[in-house]
């Protein structure tokens, strides 16, 4: 598939800067969103002049709510008549101890990380359909299958939301020949990817010495991300498209980029199927016996 139209949500940086100059090289129109108008500006004077007629930039924070939403997608659809891929990538992590944080910190997570997502996919999907040869993207995380780390309970709790949310869209939307793409990336070295200040606001004296580890491990490891995420940015593109990499090779649905993640996802399934195993017997004992109900 290419010769399409672009949503992506978070195009200014990261992630979502990388697939809007990867779509435009190949031909794709594209759609670029973010929260700063300074940064889509600098976006677009980034670009190579033969890109500048296939890009159009819009404003939108996806936390703003469903309805205003929905008003920057239908006019961004207008740009060129509809919209043919959508890619959620806008998302941030608020790390912090999951009672300092409480449900605070919880729902500013989640509006970012999963109803941010939600808006933007519900907004888009009619013009999915109307593409007979849709594409939604959401960019999860492998954080969802290493919860057990100090500091990361509300984000991956975040994107455990989203990348059900999208399984559930996987099965939903195959009827319309819309086809879902849960991407779940480890750690990638990618701009102001742990700016956010460790969450203070509450602090419990219990998790003194907790909090000063944890606040040091985040301070500490940007620049340390094992992965690449040019290399990331066009396996996933590459799947969009169903060429490279991906050519000739069935609709992944998941794809797990990183060897980070693979260890995490790997272990996380490992760990469920020895406590399936080691309580077998207790899992089959609360079946219903027939017989004594007749």
């Given at each position: 598939m290419a010769g399409g139209i672009w949503f992506i949500t978070g195009a200014t940086s990261g992630f979502g800067k990388r697939f809007a100059v990867l779509a435009l090289s190949r031909g794709e129109r594209v759609i670029a969103t973010g929260r700063s108008l300074v940064k889509l500006q600098a976006l677009v004077s980034s670009l190579k002049p033969e890109f500048l007629e296939h890009i159009r930039t819009e404003q939108l924070d996806v936390t703003a709510g469903a309805h205003e939403v929905k008003v920057v997608v239908d006019r961004a659809a207008k740009h060129w008549g509809g919209i043919d891929v959508l890619v959620n990538n806008a998302g941030i992590g608020y790390p912090g101890l999951t009672e300092e944080g409480g449900t605070k910190l919880l729902r500013r997570?989640?509006?970012?990380?999963?109803?941010?997502?939600?808006?933007?996919?519900?907004?888009?999907?009619?013009?999915?359909?109307?593409?007979?040869?849709?594409?939604?993207?959401?960019?999860?995380?492998?954080?969802?299958w290493s919860a057990g780390k100090f500091g990361i309970g509300p984000y991956a709790a975040s994107k455990a939301a989203v990348n059900t949310l999208a399984e559930n869209l996987m099965f939903e939307l195959a009827p319309f020949n819309i086809k879902v793409l849960l991407v779940l990336p480890g750690a990638f070295h990618t701009e102001g990817i742990n700016d956010q200040k460790f969450f203070t606001e509450n602090p419990i004296s219990v998790y003194d010495e907790t909090r000063a580890a944890s606040i040091k491990f985040f301070s500490s490891i940007n620049g340390k991300q094992p992965s690449d995420p040019d290399k990331g940015a066009e396996v996933v593109v590459d799947v969009i498209q169903e060429q490279g990499i991906a050519e000739g090779r069935p609709w992944p649905y998941y794809l797990v980029l990183g060897e980070d993640a693979e260890a995490?996802?790997?272990?996380?399934?490992?760990?469920?199927?020895?406590?399936?195993?080691?309580?077998a017997g207790v899992t089959r004992s609360v079946k219903i016996d027939r017989q004594t109900l007749n």
């Amino acid at each position: 598939m290419a010769g399409g139209i672009w949503f992506i949500t978070g195009a200014t940086s990261g992630f979502g800067k990388r697939f809007a100059v990867l779509a435009l090289s190949r031909g794709e129109r594209v759609i670029a969103t973010g929260r700063s108008l300074v940064k889509l500006q600098a976006l677009v004077s980034s670009l190579k002049p033969e890109f500048l007629e296939h890009i159009r930039t819009e404003q939108l924070d996806v936390t703003a709510g469903a309805h205003e939403v929905k008003v920057v997608v239908d006019r961004a659809a207008k740009h060129w008549g509809g919209i043919d891929v959508l890619v959620n990538n806008a998302g941030i992590g608020y790390p912090g101890l999951t009672e300092e944080g409480g449900t605070k910190l919880l729902r500013r997570q989640f509006e970012a990380n999963l109803f941010g997502v939600a808006d933007v996919s519900t907004a888009a999907l009619p013009y999915l359909r109307q593409s007979k040869n849709g594409r939604l993207v959401v960019v999860g995380s492998r954080s969802a299958w290493s919860a057990g780390k100090f500091g990361i309970g509300p984000y991956a709790a975040s994107k455990a939301a989203v990348n059900t949310l999208a399984e559930n869209l996987m099965f939903e939307l195959a009827p319309f020949n819309i086809k879902v793409l849960l991407v779940l990336p480890g750690a990638f070295h990618t701009e102001g990817i742990n700016d956010q200040k460790f969450f203070t606001e509450n602090p419990i004296s219990v998790y003194d010495e907790t909090r000063a580890a944890s606040i040091k491990f985040f301070s500490s490891i940007n620049g340390k991300q094992p992965s690449d995420p040019d290399k990331g940015a066009e396996v996933v593109v590459d799947v969009i498209q169903e060429q490279g990499i991906a050519e000739g090779r069935p609709w992944p649905y998941y794809l797990v980029l990183g060897e980070d993640a693979e260890a995490d996802i790997r272990s996380k399934c490992n760990k469920l199927l020895a406590n399936l195993d080691e309580w077998a017997g207790v899992t089959r004992s609360v079946k219903i016996d027939r017989q004594t109900l007749n």
